[in-house]
């Protein structure tokens, strides 16, 4: 099997689309008139932005699960971490303007009548040391996780359920108070960042861009990753990774390599999410949550970077139209997603349409059909 | 010297108006404001004497001073206030009478001994009552007020009392009281050894008092008698951890037994789990609404004919679940993992779109009400029943397993899936009765559950991530697996809060079990052979 190349027919199509939005969005919200047709207000640009991040997010759960076989039920914590890094910047960036003035404390730590800042919130008036933090924390909790967990080989289903304890462990430390991160309210009121208000349409424009930027960049790695040698790696360990183990590939490093990059990249999307969304609550941590980013992966087309954009934003989007209109269906929607999705379109909208396609008699692609790709007894052979 | 002078009150209450014994209260109470403080003293010996019911109620006024004599016509009235104003009312029936201004009546004056005398004369009156519950009560004031002028009113008390719970009561305010006062060393040594009998809480304070005592002697004495307290207390504050560990252990094993056998069976996770635990609970509430309105006589028996509906319900659902989604996605874990998901999405929905997002009522029947005693644990009884009931519940299952022929097959499955189905084991099928078998034993836990939890569409939800931790502590497919890891946890889990409070015990319990993972990917009770391993 010759190597996929880096830029395919649908990777240069995705970056179109994301480049075409990236300018057009900001464009419909700045330039055009308001009241004209193609005008968009900055409450559907944040809300775009904030579909941007969930796809980046996607994208790093698309990686582990769709090329790797880990399927992580605790995301959502990577996530949060960042955005959890970025809102403590934002909350050193209102300085004295709080509700009780004090020049360095935030709000709710005068309102808990503590005298000084805790050591865990130094330097994150720096905008750098922010953003370096956004990146470290997520990965080094992977780094630590991943190598416990991969060394001693947990896998499968067990992997899934420790995932989903380490995100329901840290919602639990979260809502406490005394942790120092604003317990059950979490961190909002944010005003401005890098001196920009956070309400203003241009700064709001800005966040998309900058969203819109992460993910092609996310993309690009994800891709680079995916076809390189170690990427072929990757799927082998996904499809037979006592196999791949007994070919000589050291697999736990494989994995933590992986796993640790697509914790980042969560980190990276939380912390912009953050600014658009305005709030960060222990609540972004629940099991719940980083279940439904799974689905977002499983909609699009498990194992096709593009597909998992695709399905955070197509979701999403029904969850906003279906909670606006008839909040009781909402559920009934998704968990019908979650069944029939499963059961009947194994490999997304995406993959699905790619399928249909190909049946129509056009140039067969050669890309890599995931197979039934788990630890299932069926899949494999006996060892 | 002050029961001395109400004694003497109550002799010449007895000798001088001999009269007052035979008066009713009413009359003693409109003597109350003549004459000065002595004569005060006698009227209050009298009331206290007349045994009528009210006395207590009126000398509680008096101490508090909320009895007037009207100018008027010299009436004496209770002054309440009441909304900014004070309102007369009478002292004996509550009834009320007008608005009370500020120079519409004088107050009955009383001074410290007259107060002193009121509070024995209550202690008397009540310590004498003819309703035990109220000597108990009395005995209990007492205890709590620990005045010494009440000891000779105890002895009087105990000389005639009957009832053991009662005499214990008054025996220890004896003591209390003795501690108080000024009496012998001999005398506290023994108070000591009684209130060491005691041994709750106010003992511990009151010895804990006489320790700092200037008397060297009593102060030894009084320490050794804390630090035995204290002792003892630990122990039972370590039985009544171990009591909250199993009961919480109890309720974990009912929620995650079902859910480790179709693990154990399938390979596959039921995410519906929990929701099926909720049917169960919503069941128990139909049956008992329905048994509220056609035969209120039968709500003692409302959960026993609970149980094999909840059976059935969360049975059939579990079944419908297999056969609808699980089958399709066989071989696939995480997809089904999924799609279970999914599906308890849709039952949670169901649910609070049929009965309402709010929690639901469900009563206890009267045999799970209240609770019981031993030694320093409060026991109640509802936790116990399901305690039994989990065991009663555990025990079946491993007759099931080991002694039918169902149960035969299902090991065989767990053990080799692909040896049983060539020796002719039907494993679709054992795989849909597994599967309900498991989601019907989660209905019988919901009915339990129902007992001690808000039963609302999210019951499921809080037991979900706690009965997996029990599954993958325990290991997979071993019931023992599951009663280990649910008692261990729930052990560890209460040992923990008194030190670390409720969420960081679960946070800190998290931790451990991520940690434990490492050591035993396949949990504490692996199932061992080839086919397990992948």
């Known amino acids: 099997m010759t190597a996929p190349r880096l830029l395919d027919t ?37 809300l775009f932005g904030k ?28 996530f949060a971490l960042g955005g959890y890094a970025m809102g403590m910047h934002l909350m050193r960036e209102i300085g004295p303007r709080g509700v009780y003035a004090h020049p360095v404390l935030p709000d709710f ?11 865990y919130w130094w330097g994150f008036d720096m905008f750098w040391f ?43 430390a979260f809502f406490r108070n005394d942790m120092g991160f604003g317990g059950n309210n979490g961190l909002t009121d944010f005003k401005d960042l890098l001196g920009f208000s956070l309400q203003s349409d241009a700064t709001r424009a800005g966040l998309f861009v900058a969203s819109a930027l992460a993910l092609a960049a996310g993309f690009l790695i994800c891709r680079f990753i995916v076809t390189s040698r170690l ?16 070919l000589g590939y050291r697999v736990e490093s494989y994995k933590l390599f992986v796993f640790t990059i697509s914790a980042m990249m969560a980190g990276v999307a939380g912390a912009l999410y953050v600014p658009q969304v305005g709030i960060i609550n222990p609540g972004e941590f629940s099991p719940a949550n980083s279940i439904e980013i799974v ?65 129509l008699g056009r140039r067969r692609r050669r890309e890599y059909r995931p197979r039934t790709a788990t630890s299932g007894r069926t899949t494999q052979p006996a060892e | ?97 007008g608005p009370l201004g500020r120079r519409d009546g004088e107050k009955i004056k009383v001074n410290n001994a007259l107060r002193r005398d009121i509070a024995a004369a209550l202690g008397a009156l009540t310590l004498m009552s003819p309703d035990p519950a109220r000597r108990l009560a009395a005995a209990a004031r007492v205890f709590a007020g620990a005045d010494p002028g009440q000891i000779e009113a105890l002895d009087a008390a105990l000389a005639r009392e009957t009832d053991p719970a009662v005499r214990a009561a008054m025996m220890d305010a004896r003591a209390a009281s003795v501690m108080a006062s000024d009496r012998p060393l001999a005398e506290k040594r023994e108070a000591i050894d009684r209130l060491v009998a005691r041994g709750d809480r106010d003992a511990l304070s009151i010895l804990t008092a006489a320790a700092a005592s200037p008397d060297a002697a009593l102060a030894a004495a009084a320490e050794a008698g804390r630090a035995e307290v204290e002792r003892v207390r630990a122990l039972w504050g370590t039985a009544q951890n171990l009591w909250y560990g199993l009961s919480l252990g109890s309720v974990l094993m009912l929620a995650a037994i079902g859910l480790a056998i179709s693990f154990g069976v399938m390979g596959v996770i039921n995410m519906a789990h929990g929701e ?12 008992q609404e329905a048994i509220r309105a056609a035969a209120p006589g039968l709500f003692d028996w409302s959960l026993a004919i609970a149980l094999p509906l909840a059976f059935l319900v969360s049975g059939a659902v579990g079944v419908a679940i297999e056969r609808g989604v699980c089958r399709h996605l066989y071989g696939r874990p995480l997809e089904t993992l999924l799609a279970t998901w999914g599906v308890s999405l849709i039952l949670q929905q169901a649910v609070r779109s049929v009965f309402g997002p709010t929690n639901k009522e469900v009563g206890n029947p009267s045999w799970m009400s209240g609770a019981f005693e031993i030694g320093q644990i409060a026991i109640t009884w509802n936790r116990f029943w399901i305690l039994i009931f989990a065991l009663a519940v555990f025990a079946l299952l491993l007759a099931v397993l080991k002694r039918t022929p169902m149960g035969l097959q299902m090991r065989a499955v767990t053990q080799n899936r692909r040896m049983a189905a060539s020796m002719g084991v039907r494993t679709d099928w054992v795989d849909a009765l597994t599967f309900g078998l498991g989601a019907g034993i989660a209905g019988l836990a919901g009915v339990a559950l129902s007992q001690i939890d808000n039963v609302s569409p999210n019951l499921g939800q809080g037991y979900i991530v706690d009965s997996f931790m029990v599954v993958v502590f325990g290991g997979v497919g071993n019931l023992w697996g599951a009663l280990a890891g649910a008692f261990t946890l729930g052990a560890v889990n209460k040992f923990l809060e008194p030190h670390a409070g409720a969420v960081l015990a679960k946070v800190l319990l998290l931790v451990f079990i991520i940690l434990f993972i490492q050591r035993r990917p396949r949990g504490l009770f692996a199932l061992k052979g080839r086919a397990v391993e992948q």
Not at chain 1, 109 to 119: G, R, S
Not at chain 2, 83 to 90: H, L, N, P, R, Y
Request: net charge neutral.
């Open chain 1, 51 to 78: 579909y941007l991040t969930y796809a980046l997010l996607a994208l790093s759960v698309d990686l582990i699960w769709g090329y790797c076989g880990i399927l992580s039920l605790g995301h959502g914590a990577f």
């Open chain 1, 130 to 172: 922010a953003c370096l933090m956004v990146v470290l924390v997520p990965g080094a909790l992977a780094f630590v996780f991943g190598w416990l967990a991969f060394r001693s080989r947990v896998t499968g289903v067990y992997l899934s359920i420790i995932t989903q304890a380490l995100t329901y462990a840290l919602m639990l």
């Open chain 1, 231 to 246: 990427g072929q790696v990757l799927v082998s360990i996904r499809d037979a990774e006592a196999r791949a183990r007994f």
């Open chain 1, 295 to 359: 689905i977002w992966v499983a909609v699009g087309g498990r194992g096709l970077l593009a597909g998992a954009a695709l399905g955070a934003i197509l979701v999403n989007a029904a969850k906003t139209l279906l909670t606006g209109w008839a909040p009781e269906i909402w559920l009934f929607f998704l968990g019908g997603v979650f069944v029939l999705v499963t059961i009947f379109l194994p490999r997304g909208v995406l993959g699905g349409l790619t399928a249909a396609g190909d049946r």
């Open chain 1, 10 to 46: 649908r990777s240069v199509v995705f970056l179109t689309l994301i480049a075409v939005a990236a300018v057009a969005v900001p464009m419909a919200n700045l330039a055009a008139e308001p009241g004209s047709a193609l005008h968009l207000s900055s409450f559907a640009v944040s």
């Open chain 1, 109 to 119: 730590m005068v309102f808990l009548n503590w005298d000084a800042l805790p050591w």
């Open chain 2, 276 to 287: 099926l635990v909720m049917l169960g609970a919503y069941t128990t509430y139909v049956v």
């Open chain 2, 1 to 97: 010297m002050r029961m001395f002078a109400l004694t003497l009150g109550l002799l010449a209450a007895l000798l001088t108006s001999g009269a007052a014994l035979a008066q009713p209260l009413e009359a003693l109470v409109a003597q109350l404001p003549a004459g000065g403080y002595p004569d005060r003293a006698r009227v209050i010996a009298a009331i206290a004497e007349s045994g009528d019911d009210r006395a207590a109620g009126v000398l509680e006024a008096l101490a508090a001073g909320e009895l007037f004599a009207l100018k008027a016509d010299g009436r004496v009235v209770r002054g309440i206030e009441r909304s900014g104003e004070t309102v007369a009312v009478d002292p004996l029936t509550g009834a009320e009478i």
